[in-house]
């Protein structure tokens, strides 16, 4: 399992244009990285639409998002299109990436096991080491702040973690 300070795996990918996008090429940015297991499903959807939303302030920060499952891209575009998505989704169809940042691993549900893509959010630093990890991401939970119920978007978590992170550079 990869950890926070290892040099992150190199990858290439198409998009949902079919334009190969190279961790090589965004040396020098900070690149957010999330895995989800598929396209146009809720849980996805949600976190798609949660980090289109805060991707402005991404920009703001110099980050790249960019999500990654096994879907292929014209899956991805139909996805894109269906909600408006603006980030960009890399398709990993013959899973390296998956398999290279460890998740894609095997899953238990309702009594079943099968192999898939457990999400998962990696930020990833300008010098191409890993600054965070969150492993089996709930896209959004509850919590009590105050004695009051409000819901926690991973997306913001996400932007706030890289906030403390470029604070401490």
Request: proline share 4%; with cysteine; net charge negative.
């Amino acid at each position: 399992m990869l950890e926070v300070g290892q040099v992150a795996p190199d990858f290439c990918a198409p998009n949902q244009d079919d334009i190969e996008i190279c961790s090589r090429d965004l040396r020098g940015k900070w690149i957010i990285l999330y895995f989800y297991p598929r396209d146009l499903t809720p849980g996805c959807t949600n976190e798609a639409c949660d980090f289109t939303a805060a991707e402005p302030e991404f920009d703001d920060l110099d980050a790249v998002i960019l999500g990654v499952s096994p879907d292929d891209s014209a899956k991805h575009r139909k996805f894109i299109e269906k909600y408006d998505l603006s980030i960009t989704l890399l398709a990993d169809v013959n899973k390296r990436i998956c398999e290279d940042f460890g998740v894609w691993q095997l899953k238990k549900f309702m009594g079943r096991e099968s192999m898939g893509v457990v999400r998962t959010t990696f930020i990833i630093n300008p010098e191409g080491k890993i600054a965070e990890i969150w492993n089996k991401v709930n896209v959004r939970k509850k919590k009590t702040v105050k004695g009051e119920k409000i819901e926690v978007l991973h997306a913001d978590e996400v932007k706030q973690r890289l906030q403390e992170l470029q604070q401490a550079n």
